[in-house]
């Protein structure tokens, strides 16, 4: 393929396929091909083997499981758009299972662990607001100051490329006691950008309890900088400035602003405030999944 300039992450999962398949056989080159013969002899060989399509040696696989027998021979289709993609591959059954149940199995004896896996099933309740919030002060705030949230998503990283798998994160969801549906939901709401995988920002955004006193000035600092004429209340453009994407007429805006103002011109500080500390309590006009 790269010799044609056919240049793509493909190519590559065809090499890791290739160096997957001798680390599991303890033997070198599955396409079995030799450089007796010379470059040109060489060359001939490899265009004979795309010609034909791969003939793997299975029998030198013994008694691995057949799961990793599938994920290389998908990694070594000849057409390469037949190929898994990379988060494919790490979220395969085989490697995710080769790591020990142990590696997905949170404590349960933990209060702080318990509190934390209560408040990320408790995500997809969440309005707008509290996420968006949630992710300005994830991308600020220390990893140092969230060790149990650091020891979570560490425990749940069980490839160790710094991201969550979804069905991992349901999985472990469901382990304390979750349904599956609920749990699924909750998953796919951590995942903010829906690429499938939740990385470190968006799962300490799921995590933070934005009604903590710890990050009352965070959001009293956006609320100042949201009030534009600085009279101590949120007009509906004033709270769409906190919300990137949508104007003071959209519907989410129009029914945020509604439930949090109650009746008055706008929203001061007390009803923002109060808004973060009972996520449950949200109307589920201002949800947005």
């Not at 220390?142 to 991201?163: A, C, K, Y």
Request: with cysteine; proline share 6%; hydrophobic share 45%.
């Amino acid at each position: 393929e790269v010799w044609q300039g056919e240049v793509t992450p493909a190519a590559d999962i065809f090499s890791c396929g290739v160096v997957f398949w001798e680390i599991c056989t303890q033997q070198l080159d599955p396409l079995r091909l030799t450089l007796s013969g010379g470059l040109p002899d060489f060359i001939r060989q490899a265009n004979r083997y795309w010609e034909t399509g791969p003939q793997l040696s299975w029998e030198k696989w013994g008694r691995l499981p057949s799961a990793a027998r599938r994920l290389c021979a998908s990694m070594l289709e000849k057409d390469r758009r037949s190929r898994p993609a990379a988060c494919d591959c790490v979220a395969n059954a085989f490697l995710l299972t080769s790591g020990g149940k142990g590696a997905r199995t949170l404590s349960r004896t933990s209060p702080k662990v318990e509190e934390l896996m209560v408040r990320l099933g408790d995500s997809h309740r969440r309005s707008i607001l509290y996420r968006t919030m949630a992710m300005h002060v994830a991308r600020k705030w220390p990893p140092n100051q969230l060790p149990t949230v650091q020891s979570v998503f560490r425990s749940l990283d069980t490839t160790g490329i710094g991201f969550l798998d979804i069905r991992e994160v349901t999985i472990a969801f469901q382990q304390f006691g979750m349904q599956q549906g609920l749990a699924a939901a909750a998953a796919k709401s951590i995942d903010l950008n829906r690429d499938g995988l939740i990385d470190w920002t968006e799962f300490v955004a799921a995590s933070v309890p934005l009604g903590d006193a710890d990050f009352e000035p965070m959001l009293k600092d956006r609320f100042k900088k949201a009030d534009a004429d600085d009279d101590g209340l949120l007009s509906a453009p004033e709270l769409a400035s906190l919300l990137p994407g949508f104007s003071a007429d959209d519907l989410p805006v129009v029914s945020l602003h509604k439930l949090l103002r109650a009746g008055a011109p706008g929203v001061d500080w007390r009803a923002f405030h109060a808004h973060f500390q009972a996520p449950r309590q949200e109307a589920a006009t201002v949800m947005v999944f």
